[in-house]
């Protein structure tokens, strides 16, 4: 067997291995029972005194929503600050400006709800301040944000639950201390020895062998990458993401922060199971997530291995794959299954051009963020996912002829009407704002020149690929769109904050809608959700719902520019 | 609602000196055990500085193995990718043209022997390495510039590949060519 191949597939089998495990944990330590982490407990209710927070205070679910979008308030508020601002805080060795106020805005919206489409460079686009004070930190307390939302949703859904859910604070302040520190400070620390620089030190000046001068940027970037990579966040320390030499040195790094993409989503699937006590509802989940996910990875490692046909025709060798956009420490094998694992969850970082990977590698990285509940971002990836179970528990239940329920709590009208705005909210703000931005370069091609670096097909796919990322808050890029005008900043903007919020709040009021309800018993009438067979019906939900409203655009895009390659 | 932000205003600054602070400098103490102390590791020659191990940088003259083309120059404050689609006609011409200059530089190479990554512009515009393949086809061209036997050149170049136990082989292009000059004195 080829050993690249043999390498990742080392990389995603041990993540698998090690998710197992933490998803115990993490259902451990959101239950609240007995843990090994709890001597942190002391720690922790500092904290709680510090923040002001009254941890035995139980929330419904609407104080939970309340809690979560105020102080998600207040860190757009402190985002916007440092950015218009840290051209004159302080850490800024290397003298970079002040953002403009419509890039700030995007910035600060991408990284308040866990995306990173970054209209900016961080070399030249950042402060050391504001990479810490305001990146970093959104990184740790946005994922958090939606792991806590996720444990409303567990809670809600578990035998005898009624009105109290648990303290929104104290599920955020463990998700940090228990789960991402730790996680992110042992991806830091091997990518750290592995050459990743962690310096306040400005960007050194080099006169090279050649004699050219250049300076080499530098900063405190392992700290970033660690959580970037668990958090399912992806904001890049460099503009070039885990792609640059000094935030992906070698290939144990590689592995390292590409395992950290899926870890936390599939523990959190695991998690859900263990934390009702019914682990074979998280391997059903799993399973699901894992079928729809390899679905995408293996053609797209085949294609990447295979090269870009154009450049066969060249007569070179290229039995390395097609290397246009990649590194050589990385290889094609190692860049595919990073290009698929952070579409299909919403991290965002990248390891190579999305750009350049050949047009059907490209499309099932947007397939990855069109369907966005195979393993999904931190947390809100299981919500996306558990809308899709609603629906399809319902069209099962119609199927079969009986009452649609889910864990004993029947699924009626209201519940589906909000699953189903939050199922077909996604394609709309994709496919509309592609449409919008479509229709406004077509109207005037001279004009927007500049927002295309590539003609025909696939310069459509750069526009469907934005809006696809900032939708499914993803942060990954066609990077050759022109990105950083106020259009795309504000457009993309918007579409970041409606799929962020209204994607949390719809499955946390179906879950508290739920929780009222009264609790039906299990009988041999009662549907089984745990099954292969209920399993088989999610998929096809998933697939019939999200992947298909994205067929006409994707035939725009990646098929014909597929079709067109392939013939010649 | 009052009392809403007013704990949402004190946990993040609870947080901003958990995460922002005690978090950055744990790892800060690490890297000073790290090797290049976290500064990133730096190539002397001669006892001057002349690049980081781990940042690529441009040598395109003859006598050194030269690197991947950089959509980025090189500039190693300013990565960044080509970002050219597969299907681009100017792209493909560009292949075509680096390719059309890279048999001229290296004359008796067959086409079938030039491994693409010496016509495709990496991810980071700053890649530091070749394939082994990447930096044999160039030994004849380096040894009739250097004046050197060719089969002492191919000799430090495999000596040189760093191989990888689940990764690709490699070739770091900087090291390659301190020990060239080394070689040639």
Redesign the interface.
């Given at each position: 067997m080829n050993?690249?191949l043999?390498?990742i597939l080392?990389i995603f089998l041990t993540t698998v291995l090690l998710a197992v495990p933490l998803g115990r944990y993490l259902a451990t330590i959101y239950r609240g029972d007995k843990s090994w982490s709890d001597f942190l407990l002391p720690f922790e209710r500092l904290?709680y005194r510090?923040?002001?927070?009254r941890p035995e205070r139980e929330m419904t679910w609407q104080q939970h929503l309340?809690?979560l979008l105020?102080?998600n308030?207040?860190?757009f508020g402190?985002a916007m600050f440092v950015l218009c601002t840290q051209g004159s805080l302080p850490l800024n060795p290397?003298h970079n400006p002040s953002m403009t106020p419509d890039q700030a805005f995007n910035t600060a919206i991408s990284f308040l709800v866990n995306c990173n489409l970054q209209h900016y460079?961080g070399?030249?686009g950042l402060t050391y301040f504001s990479q810490?004070?305001c990146i970093?930190?959104l990184q740790?307390?946005t994922a958090a944000t939606g792991m806590a939302a996720c444990v409303v949703v567990f809670n809600a859904l578990r035998e005898g639950a009624v009105d109290k859910l648990g303290n929104f604070?104290v599920y955020?302040?463990r998700s940090?201390?228990r789960v991402l520190?730790p996680l992110?400070?042992l991806v830091?620390?091997v990518i750290?020895?592995q050459?990743t620089?962690?310096?306040?030190?400005a960007?050194?000046p080099?006169?090279?062998?050649?004699g050219?001068s250049?300076?080499?940027?530098?900063g405190?970037a392992?700290?970033m990458i660690?959580?970037k990579q668990i958090g399912t966040n992806g904001g890049g320390y460099?503009?070039?993401n885990s792609?640059?030499?000094?935030e992906n040195?070698t290939?144990l790094s590689?592995?390292v922060e590409n395992g950290a993409i899926v870890l936390i989503p599939i523990a959190m699937a695991l998690a859900f199971g263990y934390y009702l006590r019914r682990p074979k509802l998280g391997w059903m989940v799993f399973g699901v997530m894992t079928a729809g996910y390899l679905l995408l990875q293996l053609p797209t490692v085949y294609l990447e291995m295979h090269?870009?046909p154009?450049?066969t025709h060249?007569?070179?060798?290229?039995?390395?794959?097609?290397?246009?956009?990649?590194?050589?420490?990385?290889?094609a094998p190692?860049?595919a299954l990073w290009a698929i694992q952070t579409t299909v969850t919403s991290n965002g970082s990248?390891?190579?051009?999305h750009?350049?990977?050949?047009?059907l590698s490209g499309m099932n990285a947007m397939l990855g963020m069109m369907t966005n509940a195979f393993y999904g971002g931190v947390g809100v990836g299981f919500l996306n996912f558990f809308v899709f179970i609603i629906v399809a528990v319902f069209i099962s239940g119609l199927m079969v002829g009986r009452t649609p329920e889910f864990l004993g709590k029947k699924i009626e009208a209201r519940e589906m009407k909000i699953a189903i705005l939050i199922a077909l909210l996604h394609p709309l703000l994709i496919l509309a704002g592609t449409a919008l931005s479509a229709h406004l370069y077509v109207g005037n091609p001279t004009e927007y020149a500049g927002w295309l670096?590539?003609?025909?097909?696939?310069g459509f796919?750069e526009m469907l690929y934005e809006y696809t990322s900032a939708a499914a808050n993803n942060g990954s890029g066609?990077?050759?769109l022109g990105d950083n005008t106020p259009w795309w900043n504000i457009s993309t903007g918007v579409v970041l904050l409606l799929s962020r919020y209204l994607p949390i709040i719809g499955p946390v009021a179906i879950a508290g809608l739920l929780a009222r309800k009264k609790y039906i018993p299990e009988s041999a009438g009662t549907l089984r959700t745990d099954t292969g067979t209920f399993g088989v019906m999610v998929f096809f939900v998933i697939w019939i719902i999200a992947a298909l409203a994205f067929f006409p655009a994707l035939a725009l895009g990646p098929l014909a520019?597929h079709f067109?390659?392939y013939a010649k | 609602?009052k009392s809403?932000?007013?704990?949402?205003?004190?946990?993040?600054?609870?947080?901003?000196v958990?995460?922002?602070g005690i978090?950055?400098a744990?790892?800060?103490a690490?890297?000073q055990l790290?090797?290049?102390?976290?500064?990133?590791?730096q190539v002397t020659?001669n006892g001057?500085?002349?690049?980081?191990?781990?940042?690529?940088?441009?040598?395109?003259?003859p006598e050194?193995f030269n690197s991947?083309p950089s959509a980025a120059s090189?500039?190693?404050?300013?990565?960044?990718?080509?970002?050219?689609?597969?299907?681009?006609?100017d792209?493909?011409k560009e292949?075509?043209a680096r390719?059309d200059t890279f048999l001229l530089k290296n004359p008796g190479v067959q086409?079938?022997?030039?491994?693409?990554?010496l016509?495709?512009?990496?991810?980071?515009?700053?890649?530091?390495?070749?394939?082994p393949?990447?930096a044999l086809v160039q030994v004849p061209r380096v040894a009739k510039a250097r004046g050197l036997a060719p089969e002492k050149v191919q000799a430090l170049v495999q000596q040189q590949v760093v191989p990888?136990?689940?990764?690709?082989n490699?070739v770091n292009v900087?090291a390659l060519?301190?020990a060239l000059?080394a070689l040639a004195k």
């Open positions: 050993k690249e043999l390498g080392v904290l510090l923040g002001g927070v309340l809690a105020a102080i308030l207040v860190w402190w290397d460079s070399e030249s810490v004070f970093m930190f740790f307390v604070y955020f302040v940090i201390t520190v992110s400070l830091a620390l750290v020895f050459g620089p962690m310096t306040w030190q960007k050194a080099v006169v090279t062998m050649q050219d250049t300076f080499v940027s530098r405190p392992a700290a660690g959580i460099y503009g070039v792609a640059h030499p000094l040195p290939f590689n592995a090269g870009n154009a450049i060249l007569g070179i060798d290229q039995s390395l794959g097609s290397l246009e956009g990649k590194e050589m420490r990385l290889g190692a860049s990248v390891n190579a051009m750009d350049s990977l050949t047009p670096a590539n003609p025909g097909y696939h796919s066609f990077e050759g520019e067109t390659l | 609602m809403q932000f007013l704990t949402a205003l004190r946990l993040t600054l609870t947080m901003l958990l995460c922002c978090y950055p744990i790892v800060w690490a890297a790290a090797p290049g102390h976290g500064e990133g590791v020659q001057r500085l002349v690049g980081f191990a781990n940042v690529g940088q441009r040598f395109d003259k050194y991947r090189y500039h190693a404050d300013g990565s960044s990718g080509s970002n050219k689609g597969p299907s681009n006609p792209y493909l292949v075509q390719l086409r079938a022997d030039v491994p693409a990554e016509v495709t512009a990496s991810g980071s515009g700053l890649d530091p390495d070749l394939s393949q990447g990888s136990l689940l990764g690709p490699k900087l060519n301190v000059d």
